[in-house]
């Protein structure tokens, strides 16, 4: 049996599971981007502790998989809830493209601490800052250099080409969130 592990992460993504249990997806410092099963967490009479939410900073204590991809979560305590993040429909956009990235630009099981510490920045920087076409742009061009590949004048193509050396599409969000900033 694998040993329980204690990493820093915030939820990237979550679904539900069954009536009670959650698929939590977390970017995390240690282990890049991982998955957990919070069971008991909802329901009508939910058992677990805290309920993890999009973009929730937490510490969390989980069992990885033997088998699988989906660890056990035990625990999570929460550090920052990054509640300015919903203030804004294009704020909430922008931070979901910069989480597709850092997931199409890892792997899972690997320390990603860079593109983790640029993530973190960048949803500090959105609780206060309305985004940017320019923002958009430099968070790629940042993901791009600290993944080891160059920032090109042409950073469409040079995302493209790096997440599919990670076998990934570049994130359909990315479209979204440029829509949504008037960029065409």
């Not at 992460?9 to 979550?14: P, S």
């Not at 493209?160 to 949504?180: N, Q």
């Amino acid at each position: 049996m694998k040993p329980e592990r204690t990493v820093h992460g915030i939820v990237v993504g979550k679904m539900p599971f069954s009536n009670t249990s959650l698929l939590v997806t977390w970017a995390t410092v240690e282990m890049g981007v991982i998955k957990t099963m919070a069971k008991g967490v909802s329901g009508p009479k939910p058992s677990g502790g805290l309920l993890p939410d999009l973009f929730y900073l937490c510490e969390i204590r989980y069992r990885p998989s033997e088998k699988g991809e989906i660890g056990a979560l035990r625990e999570a305590r929460l550090l920052h809830p990054f509640l300015a993040l919903r203030r804004d429909w294009n704020v909430l956009l922008c931070a979901t493209y910069f989480a597709d990235l850092l997931a199409a630009l890892s792997e899972p099981g690997t320390e990603i601490a860079p593109l983790f510490d640029i993530f973190e920045q960048a949803l500090r920087y959105l609780e206060t800052h309305l985004p940017s076409a320019r923002l958009v742009t430099r968070y790629e061009a940042k993901l791009l250099e600290l993944s080891g590949l160059p920032s090109e004048a042409d950073i469409p193509s040079a995302l493209r080409r790096a997440v599919e050396l990670h076998g990934h599409r570049v994130p359909a969000s990315r479209a979204k969130v440029l829509l949504a900033l008037g960029v065409s």
